[in-house]
């Protein structure tokens, strides 16, 4: 393996956590009973991975499986349609509680609001989310995809009716033209999860709407297992991480778990960031080859940044063959663990936790999360094989090796 996990424990300062609120209980509960209010809406799969634990080391492991959420392969939808939902509701002087999925689909919303233009950038997971959205309540949506995109992402995008394109140019860079073109269009919206000054309702708003990701987790504890004291979360700009730790630390204010980062190599915003240890988030630019897509983003979202530098013990960036090796375990998994269809931008976490107990390479970052034979782990895992094709050359063919 040419290519190595770089890793920063936090010693950055600490702000004054104004942003840790987004992720209240009050505001997670509100998301939540807006989805609710979807006939698609169920709780996706909590895999206990005993066997994989016992083999590792561990006291339990479990994946957050989001591949099943709302039959559209990934988590991205959340947040796309309770935004809408929010800019919708203060358009016509609603309470987002009113804006259910029966309203918001209804001819009353066409005589109340009439239509918008909803621009976005994205890899494939939160333009296809953005798109199912709109769609579903007769809007119009805009997608522009970074280079390097792949043709089954752009084609579930435009699926849903969207307008798309790939451009030649990086997410961060499609994330300024989608913005430039909704401030030119008469009523275009920009829905994006990178949050800059001036530009953080909407971004916060799709922090709060990750609250359905977080159910079963604390089922699963109320069932009498062990609560996970360390969650492992991917971060493209950082919107999930933040919003996954904003909420944990809020439901446990006296004893919150230990929270680790992982990024893609080639856009690992958040690790430089740590890394320069000033608590000033760092911006990577230019092209980002990986195939964790869905994380190559450069610049950071102000609101998780602001989170994640408070409450995270640990930023990680990874290359592919972590992802690669998470995908691979998780599709063949221990005799009687469930399978999981992890995507390149999902499996990440999976991959780093098999890792950091196997490699003896990593044992300061394994010392430093606290893994150890009494462990309880969490990963969450963001989606499902959105590329069938590269999921397949993947697990099957063996591309980015382990070893």
């Given at each position: 393996m040419a290519d190595k996990i770089q890793?920063?424990?936090?010693?950055?300062?600490?702000?004054?956590?104004k942003h840790l609120g987004i992720m209240s209980l009050d505001h997670v509960k509100k998301a939540r009973a807006f989805h609710q209010s979807f006939p698609q809406y169920t709780v996706t799969p909590l895999a206990r991975l005993d066997g994989q634990a016992a083999r590792l080391g561990l006291s339990n492991l479990c994946v957050k499986d989001e591949s099943y959420r709302f039959g559209l392969n990934a988590f991205k939808v959340l947040g796309g349609s309770f935004a809408m939902a929010n800019y919708i509701a203060d358009e016509t002087g609603k309470d987002v509680a009113e804006c259910t999925f029966d309203y918001l689909t209804s001819d009353q919303l066409a005589k109340d609001f009439g239509q918008a233009t909803f621009f976005t950038a994205t890899d494939g997971n939160h333009g296809r989310g953005v798109a199912?959205?709109?769609?579903?309540?007769?809007?119009?949506?805009?997608?522009?995809?970074?280079?390097?995109?792949?043709?089954?992402?752009?084609?579930?995008?435009?699926?849903?009716g969207?307008?798309?394109?790939?451009?030649?140019?990086?997410?961060?860079?499609?994330?300024?033209?989608?913005?430039?073109?909704?401030?030119?269009?008469?009523?275009?919206?920009?829905?994006?999860?990178?949050?800059?000054?001036?530009?953080?309702?909407?971004?916060s708003w799709i922090m709060e709407a990750t609250a359905p990701c977080f159910r079963g987790c604390r089922a699963a504890a109320r069932d009498g297992h062990q609560p996970p004291d360390?969650?492992?979360?991917?971060?493209?700009?950082?919107?999930?991480?933040?919003?996954?730790?904003?909420?944990?630390?809020?439901?446990?204010?006296?004893?919150?778990?230990?929270?680790?980062?992982?990024?893609?190599?080639?856009?690992?915003?958040?690790?430089?960031?740590?890394?320069?240890?000033?608590?000033?988030?760092?911006?990577?630019?230019?092209?980002?080859?990986?195939?964790?897509?869905?994380?190559?983003?450069?610049?950071?979202?102000?609101l998780g940044w602001d989170i994640l530098r408070n409450h995270t013990t640990a930023f990680v960036s990874c290359p592919d063959w972590v992802t690669a090796r998470g995908m691979r375990t998780l599709g063949a998994p221990e005799k009687g663990d469930p399978r999981v269809i992890s995507g390149e931008s999902g499996a990440v976490t999976t991959g780093l936790v098999e890792t950091l107990?196997?490699?003896?390479?990593?044992?300061?970052?394994?010392?430093?999360?606290?893994?150890?034979?009494?462990?309880?782990?969490?990963?969450?895992?963001?989606?499902?094989?959105?590329?069938?094709?590269?999921?397949?050359?993947?697990?099957?063919?063996?591309?980015?090796?382990?070893?």
């Open positions: 890793w920063a424990g936090n010693t950055m300062p600490k702000s004054d956590d199912w959205a709109a769609n579903k309540l007769g809007q119009k949506a805009v997608v522009h995809m970074p280079k390097g995109s792949t043709k089954p992402r752009f084609d579930n995008i435009a699926a849903e969207a307008t798309v394109t790939i451009e030649e140019v990086n997410y961060d860079e499609c994330v300024r033209m989608a913005a430039a073109e909704a401030d030119a269009c008469e009523r275009g919206v920009i829905v994006q999860d990178t949050a800059w000054e001036g530009y953080e309702k909407i971004p360390a969650r492992v979360c991917p971060a493209g700009v950082g919107s999930l991480a933040g919003a996954v730790v904003g909420y944990f630390t809020n439901l446990y204010p006296d004893n919150p778990p230990t929270f680790v980062v992982v990024e893609c190599a080639p856009a690992a915003c958040l690790y430089k960031g740590a890394a320069a240890g000033d608590g000033d988030p760092r911006i990577v630019d230019g092209d980002m080859p990986s195939i964790m897509a869905g994380l190559c983003c450069g610049e950071p979202n102000i107990m196997l490699d003896p390479e990593y044992a300061e970052l394994k010392e430093l999360i606290g893994l150890d034979k009494t462990s309880s782990v969490l990963c969450f895992s963001t989606e499902g094989d959105t590329d069938p094709d590269q999921y397949r050359r993947i697990v099957w063919e063996g591309e980015y090796p382990t070893c």
